[in-house]
């Protein structure tokens, strides 16, 4: 697993945070990034300096940053990553009040899952953040949660040409999550990491988002299964709700 490292440099993983909230969110003002990362108007605004001179990011006609070049490549989403956010950090601290893992909100990205949010675990051993972080969808938790809410003939279109995926295996295990309303991944994407996740749906059932909840393999057991995934449809239910209300 990869956590925080002792030695982090603040600047370097404020400048990383902000060139991860471009890519996935677009355009801010310098007051957005300093408030998204806790910093005086003074310090975003030399970041966001610095990431305009890489490249990273451009300063757009009406005074905010938008993404630069090294940026665009990457797949976007559809998800509204910021309503998202704001309807879901508040419930994923109640659920890591409540289990004392750390929690994860991701959207799809092409054929990956982006994440958008994570919020850590209190425990030494833990989960570390995986905000910015791209992996397959096919592999992870919230991903297979969010490609089982898919159409057999949408799931189809969705791997067409993708070569190293069994399909009739993939749309096997994606029925079960169906069944079973979660999905597992157990150290399919990290040595020593197991995730249990869940689909956060809009009002007509289609997949916005996958949340997961995610812990060290040797904290995993089978009997507390039923208490994880209880609590982590519950946080998913409240989250939709906060999304069908007014936006926040």
Known sequence: MRNKPPYALNSVDHALQLA???????????TDA??????????AHRLLAMLVYRDFAERLPDRRYG???VLRPAETSEAPVALLRRAG?????????QTQESVNLMVLAGTE???????????ILRVGDREGRCLPAHLTSGGKAILSALTPEELAAFYEGVDDIDLPRLRRELTLVRKRGFAINH???ETGLTAIG???KDDHGRPLAGLSLALPTARFDRDTLPTWVNAL????????????GPHL
Not at 20 to 30: D, F, I, K, N, S
Not at 34 to 43: K, P, Q
């Open 198 to 200: 869940t689909a956060i």
């Open 67 to 69: 993404p630069g070049k």
């Open 34 to 43: 300093a408030e998204r990362l806790g910093v005086a108007a003074s310090t």
């Open 20 to 30: 991860a909230l471009l890519q996935q969110e677009g355009p801010l003002r310098v």
């Open 113 to 123: 899952v982006r994440f958008v949010a994570t919020v850590e675990s209190p425990q």
């Open 187 to 189: 150290q399919l994407t």
């Open 89 to 97: 950090i508040p419930e994923m601290r109640r659920l890591v009040d």
């Open 233 to 244: 449809s519950a946080t998913a239910l409240r989250i939709e709700g906060a999304l069908a």
